[in-house]
């Protein structure tokens, strides 16, 4: 199984900025597309970002396309998601997640998604 660890997240102001890194252990997830969550108070866990292995596929969501930049070092295991011009609403629980199937599939499922971190706290104040 992979471990996933995220780390970054904090207290920012609207407009501010915060890099979010993920870094997995226990096998390599150079052949795997990894993404980026949310769960904000009250509300169900929805898809920000994912990178697929070789960083040549990525997609975004709406509510975070052109603020959001996911990017992956697969020599170091780690993905990253640079947050920036951030808004009160981007407030949440932040997931990484690593879709285990061999097949280098890119999907923007959760379902498809079957290791997960335990998150990171972002919290934008306005």
């Known amino acids: 199984q992979v471990q996933l660890v995220e780390s970054g997240g904090g207290l920012v102001q609207a407009g501010g900025s915060l890099r979010l890194s993920c870094a997995a252990s226990?096998?390599?997830?150079?052949?795997?597309?990894m993404g980026w969550f949310r769960q904000a108070p009250g509300k169900e866990r929805e898809f920000v970002a994912c990178?697929?292995?070789?960083?040549?596929?990525?997609y975004y969501a709406d509510s975070v396309k052109g603020r959001f930049i996911i990017s992956r070092d697969n020599a170091k295991n780690t993905v990253s998601l640079q947050m920036s011009s951030l808004k009160p609403e981007d407030t949440a629980v932040y997931y990484c997640?690593?879709?285990?199937?061999?097949?280098?599939?890119?999907?923007?499922?959760?379902?498809?998604?079957?290791?997960w971190g335990q998150g990171t706290q972002v919290t934008v104040s306005s």
């Open positions: 226990g096998r390599s997830t150079s052949t795997n597309t």
């Open positions: 997640a690593v879709d285990l199937s061999p097949f280098g599939r890119v999907s923007l499922r959760q379902a498809d998604f079957g290791s």
């Open positions: 990178i697929s292995w070789s960083g040549t596929n990525i």
